[in-house]
């Protein structure tokens, strides 16, 4: 491990990469603590003080680095991104058009990388547009809680004032965006996947610290040592896959003999990564929403309660968070392989899979593979997601917030970016890095 860390920094091109790569998060982290304009700073630090109490921006604040309930530049974080780019990627199933595109190989993925930026920036124009009214109305049960009516976020309310704070919002999202793509192409690894890390990573301490407050040093380093042995458990998830042997049969063109080679297809036991557990998160925060915008107590006890889990989590809330992950995770691996498509590809190159005939008999075979091993991912994803809620449910210690999806985005992320690290090292064959 040493050893890779001055590998990492011998290579110029590699440290230069490095180096901008957090330059880029430092800039990011700068925006999601400078407030916009007209906006009480008062008022906002006792948004916080009842936002740590919970409430379903948790999951927003996760990603946007605690620049929701800092109301800064950075408002909206990733989040309008990541939904355009799950948006994008279920339409590709059902409009004709964007198949074709995805098609179409890197022509094709510019086209949908340039929509993708389009619904992000018309996704941010209109949440930004929700929530500065949430805020001049006083609705501050979206942040956590809700406080005195006499709060005033935005003091001298005016249509000017607001066109100016949405658009400020709607300029953030765009510039996180691009940073996230400026990282991708001069950094190191997928830049939107970095700047989730990021985002994750800076809200761990201060949790921590709530951890520590509330439920003491034993219950703390009971939750640590609970935490490392799901790292332990997300890394060896993350690594496990299916191989499927693939056999080439020799072929002469010309005077040349080509074929004849054995390779495989990795699936992973884990496909879909954490997508399934957004998708889940995302439903299940959608009635929460609705009662937020039309003052609904009822629903929004309901919500609280079964939709959300705060509190004492409900055992309707249990089956119906964990149902949806597994569902989702069903749903987006068939999205994600297509075994119609991975059988015709295999077909058309000359190869088959050891004792299955290639076409539809290798089409049914991958299917059937697939589906065996998406269940354990996903009964693992709901696990991950529901250990963290019932555990500080039961030491009466307020949530924190998405625990397990924390520790998912953390371990991927981290996973992928030292592959990509090992990838470029092992390019320049470090004796170092290769004994």
């Known amino acids: ?33 400078v ?5 009480d700073y008062g008022a906002i630090q006792e948004l916080q003080d009842q936002a740590r109490q919970g409430g379903i921006v948790a999951f927003l604040n996760l990603f946007s680095g605690g620049a929701l309930t800092n109301v800064a530049v950075f408002f909206l974080g990733i989040m309008p991104y990541i939904t355009a780019s799950i948006i994008m990627q279920l339409l590709g199933v059902v409009i004709p058009k964007l198949e074709e595109w995805q098609q179409q190989g890197q022509v094709g993925q510019k086209k949908i990388t340039q929509w993708t930026r389009y619904l992000t920036v ?13 805020l001049k109305s006083g609705n501050t049960t979206l942040f956590g809680g809700q406080l005195p009516p006499d709060v005033n976020f935005i003091p001298g309310f005016s249509a000017p004032r607001a066109a100016l704070i949405v658009l400020t919002w709607t300029a953030g999202t765009a510039l996180v965006m691009w940073i996230g793509e400026v990282i991708t192409q001069r950094g190191i690894g997928n830049g939107m996947s970095i700047v989730i890390f990021a985002s994750v990573v800076s809200r761990l301490p201060a949790e921590g610290g709530l951890i520590w407050s509330q439920g003491g040093k034993i219950q703390f380093f009971v939750i640590l040592a609970i935490g ?18 693939v056999q080439f049969a020799k072929r002469v063109v010309g005077r040349r003999m080509y074929g004849g080679q054995s390779t495989y297809i990795p699936l992973k036991v884990n496909q ?24 609904w107590e009822w629903l929004q006890d309901f919500a609280n309660r079964h939709l959300l889990g705060l509190g004492t989590p409900s055992l309707f809330y249990i089956v119906t968070y964990g149902g949806l992950i597994v569902a989702f995770a069903y749903f987006y691996t068939a999205i994600a392989f297509n075994p119609a498509q991975q059988a015709d ?22 299917q059937k593979v697939l589906n065996r091993i998406t269940l354990p991912g996903s009964l693992f994803l709901a696990f991950i997601a529901l250990v963290p809620v019932l555990v500080f449910a039961i030491w009466n210690i307020s949530q924190f917030p998405f625990g397990g999806t924390a520790l998912l ?3 991927g992320v981290a996973l992928e970016t030292m592959k990509q690290i090992d990838s470029q090292l092992m390019m320049r064959n470090y004796e170092g890095f290769l004994t």
């Not at 407030?35 to 906006?39: D, F, G, L, S, T």
């Not at 997300?234 to 499927?244: D, L, Y």
Request: proline letters at 8%; hydrophobic letters at 50%.
């Open 122 to 134: 018309g996704l941010a124009l209109l949440q930004s547009t929700g929530l500065v009214f949430a």
């Open 1 to 33: 491990m040493l050893s890779r860390l001055r590998n990492m920094f011998r290579v110029p091109d590699l440290r230069n990469k490095i180096l901008f790569t957090i330059a880029m998060v430092a800039v990011y982290r700068v925006g999601t603590h």
């Open 345 to 366: 590809v295999i077909r058309k190159q000359g190869g088959f899979i050891p004792g299955i005939r290639p076409g539809p008999p290798t089409e049914r075979y991958l």
């Open 228 to 245: 490392v042995l799901m790292i332990a458990g997300i890394v060896f998830v993350e690594s496990g896959q299916r191989r499927i042997p």
């Open 409 to 411: 985005i953390t371990v």
């Open 272 to 295: 879909s990564g954490v997508i399934p557990v957004i998708f889940a998160s995302s439903i299940l925060q959608f009635p929460a929403l609705i009662a937020t915008a039309t003052n």
């Open 35 to 39: 407030p916009v304009p007209y906006v």
